[in-house]
């Protein structure tokens, strides 16, 4: 995403830059929320927006703004009529943090010059790409080693040394306001 500030929103005067750039955003939160009620209540058929709603705490409007994304991407199929809904589009067990992340964020990589150089002039003779694509090959591999069904079955476990709360969402109101 691209912000008028610096053009690659990394610029110290930008308050969206400065705010958390490498944090996973409520949309991405949410769209995995939004999937694991549907893991869980697959064998029940199509499930509609409002049933997630009630067991999710989101907004109706911010499903649908979210299944049209994950409808995209081949996570979610939807069937309409009196007995429609949602479905998952494939095995919980194939769908991975990485797919959903990949959907969902507008930001793909760490850095623009990771997998576009062209996008910097410095690309060629940077010392930090490198280190950037490595990090960025890193995440995304243990994003995707992680599935819905890893997390249903609760075989994710936290990580050694990490503090606080695991599912905090102080900014969650904020970001469906903005309509994210």
């Not at 930008?14 to 064998?43: G, N, V």
């Not at 964020?105 to 060629?124: K, M, S, Y």
């Amino acid at each position: 995403m691209s912000h008028a500030c610096c053009g690659f929103g990394l610029a110290e005067g930008c308050t969206f830059c400065q705010k958390a750039p490498m944090r996973i955003s409520a949309r991405t939160r949410y769209a995995t929320r939004i999937l694991l009620d549907l893991a869980e209540h697959a064998t029940s058929g199509p499930v509609p927006v409002s049933d997630v709603a009630l067991r999710t705490g989101i907004t109706p409007q911010f499903i649908e703004q979210i299944m049209k994304a994950l409808r995209r991407c081949g996570l979610v199929m939807s069937r309409r009529g009196v007995a429609g809904g949602y479905v998952l589009a494939a095995d919980p067990t194939s769908i991975s943090l990485g797919a959903i992340v990949r959907c969902t964020e507008e930001i793909q990589d760490l850095a623009p010059c990771v997998d576009e150089p062209d996008r910097c002039h410095r690309a060629q003779g940077c010392r930090t790409r490198q280190a950037w694509r490595r990090i960025a090959r890193i995440l995304f591999a243990e994003l995707d080693a992680i599935s819905l069904h890893d997390l249903l079955s609760g075989e994710v476990q936290r990580c050694p040394g990490a503090s606080g709360p695991l599912d905090a969402d102080e900014d969650d109101e904020d970001e469906q306001e903005r309509g994210w």
